[in-house]
């Protein structure tokens, strides 16, 4: 077996590589939104306990 092949997956390669690369998206978006996510909530928070410190 040689690479080209097992790339090509009998036909199939296309189909497997292609759900392979679109999972691997939705991996990194999910990562990058929770990180967002993340980064927004903490920014709430520190103004929400600013606006506390002020009273």
């Known amino acids: 077996m040689n690479w080209g092949e097992f790339f090509a997956m009998k ?4 189909y497997v590589w292609g759900s392979y690369g ?9 990562i990058l939104l929770v990180r967002h996510k993340r980064t927004l909530t903490l ?4 103004l929400l306990r600013d ?3 002020e009273e």
């Open 11 to 14: 036909g199939y390669g296309l």
């Open 22 to 30: 679109v999972t691997l998206l939705i991996f990194i978006a999910e």
């Open 43 to 46: 920014r709430q928070l520190r």
């Open 51 to 53: 606006a506390e410190n």
